[in-house]
C-alpha cells in the first residue's frame, strides 16, 4: 500500500527520542559524581572525627574521684589477712541521716571485711572496689590512701607484682600514668609473647622496640627470638628504670 504522507512514520532519527537518549546519559554523570563526592565527603569527616577523638583522649588529663580522708579513716580500718585488706569499724552517728540507719548499718557491718574483688572477664584481670560515702572507689586506692594517709589524687595507684587482687599496702605505690604505662603487660605481641618484640615477615627477622617519653626507640633486628627479647629487656631497665617491667614484675 503506498503511505500516507500525513502519516508519521518511524524513523530512528527522530528528534523527541534523540533528545531524551542525550539528556539521560548527561544527566547521569553528575549523578554518578554526586555520589562519589557524597561517599569521599562521608569518609573525610568520619577519618578526622576519629583523629580528633584520639586526639582528645590522648591530651586529656586522667581525673580520679577525690578520697574524703576523714570519713575514711573514720570508717575503715587495715587488715592484711583479708583479702580486701580493709574491715569495717563502728561508724559514728554523723555519718548516718538518722539513729535507725546507724543502728542497722553498724550492726550489719561493723567488724566485718569491707569491700569486693571480681574478676572481670571483659577486661580479663581482677577489679576490687568498695562502696562508702554514696560513692563507689577503686579498692587499690582506698588501701593505698588509709596505708599512707594522703590522698594519692591525679597519680596512678600501680600494682608492683602486676597482680590486680593483691590489695596488700607493700604492693601499692603512687606512680604517674606515663610510668604505669610503662610495665603493663596487656601490649603482648602475639608472635612472641613480650611487648616491643614481632616477628617481620618481609625481613625474616625479629624486631624490637621500645618506648620512652612518648617517642619510639628502634633497637635492631635479631635472627633467634631471645636476642631480641634480651635487647628489649635492656632497654626496658635502662628507659624505665624501676618502673620497668622485667624489674617489677614477674614473668615475661
Not at 65 to 70: C, E, G, N, V
Not at 71 to 78: A, G, H, K
Not at 108 to 135: N, V
Not at 176 to 185: I, K, V, Y
Amino acid at each position: 500500500m503506498p503511505k500516507n504522507p500525513h502519516q508519521p512514520q518511524p524513523c530512528d532519527h527522530h528528534p523527541h527520542r534523540n533528545k531524551r537518549h542525550h539528556g539521560n546519559a548527561s544527566e547521569a554523570k553528575p549523578q554518578k559524581f554526586l555520589l562519589f563526592h557524597t561517599r569521599v565527603s562521608q569518609w573525610l569527616l568520619f577519618n578526622c572525627a576519629t583523629r580528633l577523638y584520639v586526639l582528645l583522649c590522648l591530651t586529656m588529663k586522667r581525673s580520679h574521684k577525690p578520697i574524703p580522708m576523714k570519713l575514711l579513716q573514720e570508717s575503715l580500718v587495715l587488715d592484711e589477712s583479708l583479702p580486701t585488706c580493709l574491715r569495717w569499724k563502728t561508724r559514728p552517728a554523723s555519718h548516718f541521716q538518722d539513729d535507725r540507719r546507724f543502728r542497722q548499718a553498724n550492726s550489719r557491718c561493723a567488724g566485718k571485711p569491707a569491700g569486693t574483688i571480681a574478676y572481670s572477664a571483659k577486661e580479663k584481670r581482677h577489679l576490687g572496689s568498695i562502696y562508702f560515702g554514696g560513692k563507689e572507689y577503686s579498692l587499690s586506692r582506698i588501701v593505698f590512701a588509709l596505708a599512707n594517709g594522703y590522698d594519692p589524687g591525679s597519680k596512678d595507684v600501680d600494682h608492683i607484682d602486676g597482680d590486680r587482687g593483691n590489695n596488700n599496702p607493700s604492693n601499692l605505690r603512687a606512680i604517674t600514668h606515663a610510668q604505669n604505662c610503662m610495665n603493663r603487660n596487656h601490649n603482648r605481641n602475639p608472635s612472641s609473647g613480650v611487648s616491643g618484640v614481632y616477628w617481620l615477615e618481609s625481613s625474616r627477622r625479629w624486631i624490637a622496640n621500645i618506648k620512652a617519653n612518648g617517642k619510639p626507640i628502634y633497637l635492631g633486628c635479631f635472627k633467634e627470638k631471645e636476642d631480641a627479647i634480651t635487647a628489649r629487656r635492656e632497654a626496658e631497665v635502662k628507659y624505665h628504670g624501676e618502673y620497668a617491667l622485667s624489674v617489677s614484675r614477674v614473668g615475661p
